[in-house]
Every structure is written in structure tokens, then in C-alpha cells.
């Protein structure tokens, strides 16, 4: 198991910006392909961005252009920096191995964009 932990949620209006950290427990990052994940209330999780161990990335369609994934290797973190954020962003955010499996999820950080 790989232990995740998510940080940098916070209260924004919208077309504000957050940069979300994710912290991973071991160096998986040049192995392991990860994502960025959300989920609202009532709502399914989806993914919203994945990053390969080569650096490839991957994005949903409601969040291109808007947000980006990157990963440090030496800080063994992986980032999404949202941009342009729009009412409908507004999820628990969290971040884990793509695809997840049975791996654990972690606490998440919330986002939430209200005017």
C-alpha cells in the first residue's frame, strides 16, 4: 500500500486558483502512474487529471485548459494547479495511483468555489 496525503483545498470565488499538493509515503513516482481524483457529494468519482511515471499527462474534458498536473520527483509530491475555477469544481479532492485498485484513499482536501 502507498499512504497519500492531500493538501491546499480551500474557499474560492470563481475564476480564482488553488495549487493542491499530494505527498506520497514511498518514492513510487518514476514506477507508478498517478491521478488526481473528485468527488461531490452525491456524485461519483471521476477522475480529473493522471500524470504516467514517464510525465505523460491526462486530462477530463470539463477541466482542460483549466487545471494542471505535475510531479516532483525529489519531493516525491504530485501538484494540480487549478485554474479558472467554475461553480461546479467544487468536490473533495484526493489523489492516489492510476488506476487506484484496492490502494487506500486518503483524507482528501476540499475545494469549494461559491460567489
Known amino acids: 500500500q502507498v499512504q497519500f496525503v492531500e493538501a491546499g483545498g480551500g474557499l474560492v470565488q470563481p475564476g480564482g486558483s488553488l495549487r493542491l499538493s499530494c505527498a506520497a509515503s514511498?518514492?513510487?513516482?518514476?514506477?507508478?502512474?498517478m491521478g488526481w481524483y473528485r468527488q461531490a457529494p452525491g456524485k461519483q468519482r471521476e477522475l480529473v487529471a493522471r500524470?504516467?511515471?514517464?510525465?505523460?499527462?491526462n486530462y477530463a474534458d470539463s477541466v482542460k485548459g483549466r487545471f494542471t498536473i505535475s510531479r516532483d520527483g525529489a519531493k516525491n509530491t504530485v501538484s494540480l494547479q487549478l485554474n479558472d475555477l467554475k461553480l461546479e469544481d467544487t468536490a473533495g479532492y484526493y489523489c492516489?495511483?492510476?488506476?487506484?485498485?484496492?490502494?487506500?484513499w486518503g483524507q482528501g482536501t476540499q475545494v469549494t468555489v461559491s460567489s
Open positions: 514511498v518514492s513510487i513516482f518514476n514506477i507508478a502512474a
Open positions: 500524470i504516467s511515471s514517464a510525465g505523460a499527462t
Open positions: 492516489n495511483l492510476f488506476p487506484p485498485a484496492y490502494n487506500p
